[in-house]
């Protein structure tokens, strides 16, 4: 069984950088794509980003395109988001996840396993 744990998130003004990260158990890590999503209260789980298994093609939400980067360290099964340019509307809890696959996808129903999240506030 792959379990994801969260961390790094928390409180940060407009225009602050956190940096989230994501480690997974399991030795097949590097054989799979990974997704970081966020959903607000009240809004569904939408997408942020994925990076491919190897981590060389990265893909993003046009709402956190040149304000996110996520990257991977396979040696360490974890995955990373650093988030620059905080804004209020980025506020919700980020769950990464681990796809179905090794190419990057951005439909939840392409990832098998997620973690359990990590809550972000950007305050105005």
Same mark, same amino acid.
């Given at each position: 069984?792959?379990?994801?744990?969260?961390?790094?998130?928390?409180?940060?003004?407009?225009?602050?950088?956190?940096?989230?990260?994501?480690?997974?158990?399991?030795?097949?890590?590097?054989?799979?794509?990974?997704?970081?999503?966020?959903? =607000?209260?009240?809004?569904?789980?939408?997408?942020?980003?994925?990076?491919?298994?190897?981590?060389?093609?990265?893909?993003? =939400?046009?709402?956190?395109?040149?304000?996110?980067?996520?990257?991977?360290?396979?040696?360490?099964?974890?995955?990373?988001?650093?988030?620059?340019?905080?804004?209020?509307?980025?506020?919700?809890?980020?769950?990464? =996840?681990?796809?179905?696959?090794?190419?990057?996808?951005?439909?939840?129903?392409?990832?098998?396993?997620?973690?359990?999240?990590?809550?972000?506030?950007?305050?105005?």
């Amino acid at each position: 069984q792959v379990q994801l744990v969260e961390s790094g998130g928390g409180l940060v003004q407009t225009g602050g950088s956190l940096r989230l990260s994501c480690a997974a158990s399991g030795r097949t890590f590097s054989n799979y794509a990974m997704g970081w999503f966020r959903q =607000a209260p009240g809004n569904e789980r939408e997408f942020v980003g994925a990076i491919t298994f190897s981590g060389r093609s990265t893909s993003y =939400a046009n709402s956190v395109k040149g304000r996110f980067t996520i990257s991977r360290d396979n040696a360490k099964n974890s995955v990373y988001l650093q988030m620059n340019s905080l804004k209020p509307e980025d506020t919700a809890v980020y769950y990464c =996840a681990r796809s179905k696959g090794a190419l990057v996808r951005d439909r939840a129903d392409e990832y098998a396993y997620w973690g359990q999240g990590t809550q972000v506030t950007v305050s105005s």
